[in-house]
């Protein structure tokens, strides 16, 4: 009896010890958020506001008119006050962000003084391997996350290989392709892959074919760092495996995925039209990938997505061949041809873009324990063109995720499924209209 009644007093005593210190540890963490939040003068600082892609971010950040403190960084302060000016004129806002100058590639020290004051920084200047390596480099030291807009694997795969466990160690969420480029297709598949563990099963297959509207186009942003891309010299030695499959504690993931784009156009019955190969496709499938390596969807994941072609008229058809032409022709001698494409910081006219669209459609399947085998279905769909409007407001609204969720879960650099989860899936839902719907086939 004795001994039974010191048992419960020690079970006892250890209930009570255990509730005092998750206390405790819940004040910590309270009482640091608010430190934290007293020593910084921004929530969210933008870069990149005198392109495009920055410009639409803007004049999200605007027209939300969000209840936080938010900066925009730039080399020329009078370009981009003039910018932001312009943006809150056409839209009606009348309170406007400071401007903090710095260059993101000149000048570290300037740049980590002005990053230190921020807790999220989001940056749409591209091309990203040119203009975002300090940038990341600095967040990742200095503990602030940052979410970016790039389509380059190369310079996801370099900022893994560089900056990964310095970001682990700081808690920076250092989040790529949270644009179009990736965001519905990352989180079709993660979404996905949620739902067959759910269900005691795992994600086997997975297959994303993307539907857009017809005026989508090219800004001048997008085509420098196509060129850019496309025409650098590749070299050097190559690292044990793709920086991509890297786990957190710096080994090679055990869950791998095989990529199957389609090489050519085929018919897809499903959808009575063609689809074949983009050149957005390999980025996505990184994207994927690293998902997978990070989330462990699964050992083994076979992967595809594929771009509808619709049913262009002949023009259209032509129109599309010449433009590719003249860009390869760019590539080789951009002297001579990039002055005939659009130049940076111009792109698609407002009307196109509010006549765009998107509608990824998703397709799965998931394997149960005992074998069986069950289809997945699943669309999401974004009401304006997702090349620009759409990535500008994807982008923000990620960094809103980021600033309201900064303790939630691990740093390191990051796909948007593993920094970002339904949470975003949420957001998007709620901020801009963008529908995801998934259900057993």
């Given at each position: 009896?004795?001994?039974?009644?010191?048992?419960?007093?020690?079970?006892h005593?250890?209930?009570?010890?255990?509730?005092?210190?998750?206390?405790?540890?819940?004040?910590?963490?309270?009482?640091?958020?608010?430190?934290?939040?007293?020593?910084?003068?921004?929530?969210?600082?933008?870069?990149?506001v005198?392109?495009?892609?920055?410009?639409?971010?803007?004049?999200?950040?605007?027209?939300?008119?969000?209840?936080?403190?938010?900066?925009?960084?730039?080399?020329?302060?009078?370009?981009?006050?003039?910018?932001?000016?312009?943006?809150?004129?056409?839209?009606?806002?009348?309170?406007?962000?400071?401007?903090?100058?710095?260059?993101?590639?000149?000048d570290?020290?300037?740049?980590?003084?002005?990053?230190?004051?921020?807790?999220?920084?989001?940056?749409c200047?591209?091309?990203?391997e040119?203009?975002?390596?300090?940038?990341?480099?600095?967040?990742?030291?200095?503990?602030?996350?940052?979410?970016?807009?790039?389509?380059?694997s190369?310079?996801?795969?370099?900022?893994?290989?560089?900056?990964?466990?310095?970001?682990?160690?700081?808690?920076?969420?250092?989040?790529?392709?949270?644009?179009?480029?990736?965001?519905?297709?990352?989180?079709?598949v993660?979404?996905?892959?949620?739902?067959?563990?759910?269900?005691?099963?795992?994600?086997?297959?997975?297959?994303?074919?993307?539907?857009?509207?017809?005026?989508?186009?090219?800004?001048?942003?997008?085509?420098?760092?196509?060129?850019?891309?496309?025409?650098?010299?590749?070299?050097?030695?190559?690292?044990?495996?793709?920086?991509?499959?890297?786990?957190?504690?710096?080994?090679?993931?055990?869950?791998?995925?095989?990529?199957?784009?389609?090489?050519?156009?085929?018919?897809?019955?499903?959808?009575?039209q063609?689809g074949?190969?983009?050149?957005?496709?390999?980025?996505?499938?990184?994207?994927?990938?690293?998902?997978?390596?990070?989330?462990?969807?699964?050992?083994?994941?076979?992967?595809?997505?594929?771009?509808?072609r619709?049913?262009?008229?002949?023009?259209?058809?032509?129109?599309?061949?010449?433009?590719?032409?003249?860009?390869?022709?760019?590539?080789?001698?951009?002297?001579?041809?990039?002055?005939?494409?659009?130049?940076?910081?111009?792109?698609?006219?407002?009307?196109?873009?509010?006549?765009?669209?998107?509608?990824?459609?998703?397709?799965?399947?998931?394997?149960?324990?005992?074998?069986?085998?069950?289809?997945?279905?699943?669309?999401?769909?974004?009401?304006?063109?997702?090349?620009?409007?759409?990535?500008?407001?994807?982008?923000?609204?990620?960094?809103?995720?980021?600033?309201?969720?900064?303790?939630?879960?691990?740093?390191?650099?990051?796909?948007?499924?593993?920094a970002?989860?339904?949470?975003?899936?949420?957001?998007?839902?709620?901020?801009?209209?963008?529908?995801?719907?998934?259900?057993?086939?």
């Amino acid at each position: 009896g004795e001994d039974l009644a010191g048992w419960r007093s020690a079970q006892h005593f250890q209930r009570t010890w255990s509730c005092g210190a998750a206390f405790l540890v819940q004040l910590w963490r309270r009482l640091r958020l608010a430190f934290d939040r007293m020593g910084t003068e921004y929530d969210i600082l933008l870069c990149g506001v005198t392109g495009f892609a920055g410009k639409l971010a803007a004049e999200h950040l605007l027209v939300k008119s969000y209840p936080i403190k938010w900066a925009c960084c730039a080399r020329n302060e009078a370009k981009a006050a003039a910018a932001v000016k312009t943006i809150a004129d056409r839209v009606g806002a009348t309170a406007l962000p400071p401007i903090e100058v710095a260059c993101l590639i000149s000048d570290e020290a300037k740049l980590r003084a002005v990053v230190k004051k921020t807790k999220v920084v989001l940056t749409c200047a591209g091309p990203f391997e040119k203009y975002s390596q300090t940038l990341v480099k600095v967040c990742a030291e200095e503990g602030v996350h940052y979410a970016d807009i790039t389509g380059e694997s190369d310079f996801f795969r370099k900022m893994i290989a560089e900056h990964d466990a310095t970001a682990q160690k700081t808690g920076a969420k250092i989040v790529i392709h949270c644009g179009n480029d990736a965001i519905p297709w990352d989180l079709t598949v993660f979404e996905m892959s949620k739902l067959a563990r759910s269900k005691g099963a795992e994600l086997a297959e997975a297959w994303t074919y993307g539907e857009f509207g017809a005026t989508a186009a090219a800004s001048g942003g997008t085509l420098t760092t196509a060129i850019y891309q496309l025409g650098k010299r590749r070299g050097g030695a190559k690292p044990d495996f793709d920086p991509l499959l890297k786990r957190p504690d710096g080994s090679k993931s055990e869950s791998l995925t095989k990529i199957t784009n389609p090489k050519q156009d085929v018919y897809c019955d499903e959808f009575a039209q063609y689809g074949g190969p983009w050149i957005m496709g390999p980025v996505m499938a990184n994207c994927v990938r690293r998902s997978n390596a990070l989330l462990g969807y699964s050992a083994s994941l076979t992967y595809a997505d594929v771009m509808l072609r619709g049913h262009p008229t002949w023009a259209q058809w032509a129109g599309a061949k010449a433009n590719e032409a003249l860009v390869g022709a760019a590539v080789m001698a951009p002297r001579v041809f990039a002055r005939f494409l659009p130049a940076p910081g111009e792109g698609p006219s407002r009307e196109d873009m509010d006549a765009g669209y998107l509608k990824l459609h998703g397709r799965g399947r998931m394997v149960e324990r005992d074998g069986k085998e069950t289809p997945l279905k699943s669309t999401y769909h974004f009401p304006l063109d997702t090349g620009y409007l759409m990535t500008a407001q994807m982008l923000v609204e990620a960094g809103m995720v980021l600033l309201e969720k900064a303790k939630a879960g691990p740093g390191g650099v990051l796909t948007p499924a593993a920094a970002l989860g339904s949470d975003i899936v949420a957001r998007l839902d709620k901020e801009l209209d963008a529908k995801f719907e998934l259900s057993e086939a």
